[in-house]
């Protein structure tokens, strides 16, 4: 099936830092990425759709100059948590939707990217 | 306001016997559902999906039923092995496209007990 990769899966950056996650549509292009946030046994909210070519929609409650997203191409994403805090600690999913078929359209994800702000 | 609910948090059953994990939605837009199976920091990965024009959808071990009617879903595995103890989320969407937006419930907990 489709792949999509995330990196890094680990990071541990200090406070005040700024930190970038890619996220990477491999034998797919995806003109449409989802970025979510999952906190530890909650489910995973949805934080923005990023859209390439233009800029990025977000959910309701998330700083857009605090969470840059750029989806500069086709198969590219990248979120960038600015001025990191450790309250912005937690494991962030991208996730892109391929269609495959008339009745199917999955969403595959990137393997998440674990944050840890010190 | 939580649109899809799981409201069982963790589920426990003998290796053999059924699973059944149980998904409720209010958004009667949704007109796509998806489980996802989530191992500790991993990516979730895809199970099965069932669009709103059917009632049921099965693959392998794995069967989706939608009620509509009742704004219900429920994944059923069986039989349930070891290997299936992972988190189990349920996902819903309006729409298709690639552009769709998908909303999780806040997953279940299966335990499969040898």
């Known amino acids: ?51 390439e070519g233009s800029k990025a929609t977000y959910e309701q409650g998330v700083e857009k100059d605090k969470f840059l997203i750029n989806h500069a191409s086709l198969t590219l994403s990248t979120l960038t948590v600015t001025s990191a805090h450790p309250e912005d600690s937690s494991f962030y999913i991208c996730s892109a939707r391929l269609h495959q078929g008339f009745w199917s359209t999955e969403a595959f994800f990137g393997q998440g990217t674990r944050l840890t702000v010190v | ?16 016997r059924i699973s059944i994990l149980n998904c409720d939605y209010t958004n009667s837009m949704f007109d796509y559902f ?10 979730p990965t895809f199970l099965i999906s069932i669009s709103s ?13 939608l009620n509509k009617s009742a704004k219900h879903l429920s994944l059923h ?9 992972a988190v189990y989320f349920c996902a819903a969407s309006a729409g298709e496209t690639s552009g769709s937006r998908l909303t999780f419930g806040e997953g279940t907990q299966l335990t499969v007990n040898p």
């Open chain 2, 1 to 16: 306001d939580q649109q899809v609910k799981q409201n069982s948090p963790s589920l426990s059953v003998q290796e053999g």
């Open chain 2, 77 to 85: 595995i069986v039989p349930s092995q070891p290997g299936d103890s």
């Open chain 1, 1 to 51: 099936g489709a792949v999509v990769s995330q990196h890094p899966s680990r990071v541990i950056c200090k406070s005040g830092t700024s930190v970038k996650i890619e996220c990477r549509s491999l034998d797919f292009q995806a003109t449409t990425m989802f970025w979510y946030r999952q906190f530890p046994k909650q489910s995973l909210m949805l934080m923005a759709t990023s859209n």
């Open chain 2, 34 to 43: 998806l489980w996802y199976k989530k191992y500790p920091a991993e990516g």
């Open chain 2, 53 to 65: 024009i059917k009632d049921k959808n099965e693959d392998g071990r794995f069967t989706v039923f």
